[in-house]
């Protein structure tokens, strides 16, 4: 017959559980580290690949650069400043000619309201747009204000600026205002 005595002071105890939940934990955490390693690895390529981008970029920017200036350089030359300056003067007529004048025109009259005429009108073609100088014959107060308040509200004419306004001769319909004014016009 055999018993079993314990003769320790303490009881056996057993670590089982804490060795399991250890393990477990080193598990998962072993799983992250590898999924963090390769995400990790996944992140370097894409930089290597944009630096290698941004690289070819700034290359293609630097021989952008060095072109430039030896155009520069180039025109810069006495035998070709006065080559630049005629092309730029034909491209002046070019861009004079191929503008929409009747167009513009058309536009000053859908903007023009009841009471104003114009008397005077001085178009001058810089860079794409048409800087205008208006001289207009406005009835009343009312009529003027109505006329530069539908220069302002177009999408064609802005900038009006109103350089002088004087009071001319009365007539039978009111009184007579002679102004002028500047406006940008811009074709849409």
């Known amino acids: 017959m055999r018993t079993n ?13 804490f060795l399991a939940a250890t393990g477990f934990v080193g598990a998962v955490a072993a799983l992250a580290f590898l999924f963090l390693g390769w995400h990790m ?6 930089n290597e690949e944009t630096r290698e981008k941004l690289a070819e970029v700034l290359r ?3 021989q952008l650069v060095a072109e430039r200036e030896e155009l520069i350089r180039f025109f810069r030359q006495p035998e070709n400043a006065s080559l630049h300056d005629r092309a730029e003067y034909l491209n002046s007529l ?26 005077q009108i001085a178009p001058h073609l810089e860079r794409g747009r048409v800087n205008v100088k208006l001289a207009v014959v406005a009835v009343g107060e009312e009529s003027k204000l109505k006329f530069i308040r539908s220069l302002e509200a177009s999408r064609e004419f802005s900038g009006v600026q109103l350089l002088s306004e004087q009071a001319a001769e009365k007539s039978a319909g009111g009184d007579q205002m002679n102004v002028q004014l500047t406006v940008f016009y811009q074709k849409m």
């Open 5 to 17: 005595l314990n003769l320790a002071t303490k009881p056996l105890e057993t670590h089982r559980r």
């Open 41 to 46: 690895l996944g992140v370097r390529r894409t």
């Open 60 to 62: 293609q920017k630097d």
């Open 94 to 119: 070019i861009d004079a000619r191929s503008f929409d004048w009747t167009q513009m025109f058309m536009d000053l009259e859908r903007v023009l309201p009841g009471g104003v005429r114009v008397t």
